[in-house]
Nanobody, 122 residues
Framework: QVQLVESGGGSVQAGGSLRLSCAAS?????MAWFRQAPGNEREAVAL????????HYRDSAKGRFSVSQDNAKNMLYLQMNNLKPDDSAMYYC??????????????????WGQGTQVTVAS
């Protein structure tokens, strides 16, 4: 199982920015950022498939969020700009060692970080 440790969450005013980090024991073929607010289902924010250099983003995150990685350091990042109150949630990094395409559902991932809280004030 892939070991994942997240950091970088915090409190920010609407319009501000945060960069979340995911330290991984290894960068796998499929990785993703999910988020979950109280009372809501866990939802995908950004999906990464190594077979295609084109991350997929949730519609509400397009143009504001971007994924990057440092292969040498086994790090995955989520840059979040122009944050909105609706972005407030616990953010999780997830990994799947092998895949044949983008994996959308949380059930498709077996490795998860502990989560890092993001709070955006209005």
């Amino acid at each position: 199982q892939v070991q994942l440790v997240e950091s970088g969450g915090g409190s920010v005013q609407a319009g501000g920015s945060l960069r979340l980090s995911c330290a991984a024991s290894e960068l796998t073929e499929c990785m993703a950022w999910f988020r979950q607010a109280p009372g809501n289902e866990r939802e995908a924010v950004a999906l990464v498939y190594a077979g295609t250099a084109d991350p997929h983003y949730r519609d509400s995150a397009k143009g504001r969020f971007s994924v990057s990685q440092d292969n040498a350091k086994n790090m995955l990042y989520l840059q979040m700009n122009n944050l909105k109150p609706d972005d407030s949630a616990m953010y999780y990094c997830a990994a799947r060692r092998y895949c044949t395409g983008y994996v959308l559902l949380p059930s498709g991932y077996k490795s998860w970080g502990q989560g890092t809280q993001v709070t955006v004030a209005s």
